[in-house]
């Protein structure tokens, strides 16, 4: 009986749009399935608040889409396993590296307003800080495509963030790697278009070529060219949190269930781990890029824009986004990892379909894996 009442317990708010989806979301919910059962007795499926506990994850929120409209979210869980408040679909979490395909948006409005260039050496645009020359540099500059598409041959893979109270680093200071920043400098190590190397560091390059181009700072950037046209009203980079939305926050844990101390990290690594959303602006976003893809009108992004970012550029990934597949099978995706949260978004352009989580725990990786599965499966996904 401990199951259905800690079931009970741990719900909170759904809301349907037009089909009533409540069976599925029960059965979703009931058959979670593991890679492999956790014995060799165990059953082939297990509710999403039994995967939730083994996994130490508090919090869970979830939001799908169905032909191009929001469909249902929902939420299992609490904020903080201190306090025990729960989760509901406007509770806010750190999106981590979801952060660079709504930052990529902001540099693709400022490309197609040309202000910028994507293919134009970087440092064209760069006053505080230089991407280092160097032999690597000489015949293949850094330009804005290789860093959104993680070509640019750059380093440090992702950042930590800042606990509460500690001193916070300016971008030049994280990109030169000078106290107080946390991580090592962000330099080219490979020969720029060469081959595809994962840099949020890259990222961090981008978002100084932002702030320094259009002289606004990124936040503003954001509400003009992402939030506001795609109608994300629980969105913001805002690094720390203002007053405005610490009044429904879920706060991050370790895999072990710990609280993280203070609640989260502060990062102003904006562009590359930066985002605070929700499951249901995340798909807004997904929404907003697909429309765009396929040459509706929109204030988003231009459809030339849009395909360009789900093309494969040298490295092999889009612009800011990663994707597989062909035809009603073509889907991007992005996941996010900050210290005590996991995120993930995979959306169908074809179909209008898609699926963004948001957990606040560590140990969520292979939970959001399951949660998918039982979703495609549900819904008989390609």
């Known amino acids: 009986m401990l199951i259905p009442l800690l079931f009970t317990l741990l719900f909170s708010a759904s809301f349907v749009f037009g089909e009533d989806y409540e069976d599925s979301i029960n059965r979703i919910v009931a058959n979670v399935r593991p890679k492999a059962n956790l014995s060799d007795n165990g059953p082939a499926s297990y509710n999403l608040v039994e995967r939730m506990k083994f996994f130490s994850v508090p919090g869970v929120s979830i939001a799908l889409s169905h032909g191009g409209k929001l469909a249902w979210a929902r939420t299992f869980g609490v904020k903080d396993k201190d306090n025990l408040y729960l989760c509901d679909t406007n509770t806010l979490f750190q999106a981590a590296s979801i952060s660079k395909p709504i930052s990529t948006t902001i540099l693709l409005n400022l490309v197609e307003r ?8 970087v440092n064209f645009y760069l006053k505080d800080w230089r991407v280092p020359s160097s032999v690597l540099t000489e015949t293949s500059p850094v330009t804005l495509r290789h860093l959104a ?76 060219y992402v939030f506001q046209p795609a109608s994300m009203s ?11 939305f610490l009044g429904n926050v879920a706060a991050g844990h370790s895999k072990d269930g710990t609280k993280i101390k203070g609640g989260w990290h502060i990062y102003p690594e904006l562009a590359a781990a930066g985002l605070w959303t929700t499951p249901s602006d995340l798909l807004k976003w997904a929404t907003s890029l697909s429309n765009a893809w ?38 991007f995706y992005h996941g996010g990892a900050n210290a005590g949260y996991r995120s993930f978004l995979l959306f169908y352009p074809q179909t209008g379909n898609g699926i963004a989580i948001m957990c606040n725990g560590d140990g969520a990786d292979e939970l959001q894996s399951e949660i998918v599965s039982a979703v495609i499966a549900e819904y008989g996904w390609k």
């Not at 202000?115 to 050496?121: E, S």
């Open 114 to 121: 040309e202000f910028l260039d994507l293919d134009k050496p």
């Open 294 to 331: 396929q040459g509706n009108q929109s204030a988003f992004l231009s459809c030339s824009v849009a395909k360009e970012m789900l093309t494969a550029q040298a490295g092999g990934c889009g612009l800011g986004i990663f994707f597989r597949g062909k035809g009603d099978s073509f889907y």
């Open 149 to 224: 598409s993680h070509s640019a041959g750059m380093t440090v893979h992702g950042f930590p963030g800042y606990e509460f109270g500690q001193p916070l680093p300016t971008i030049p200071q994280i990109l030169n790697g000078l106290t107080p920043a946390n991580t090592r400098p962000v330099f080219v190590v490979y020969q720029p278009g060469e081959k595809f190397q994962y840099s949020g560091g890259g990222f961090c390059v981008i978002q100084l070529a932002i702030t320094e181009t259009a002289n606004l700072d990124f936040e503003s950037l954001a509400k003009k």
């Open 234 to 244: 629980r969105s913001t980079f805002q690094q720390p949190l203002s007053e405005v």
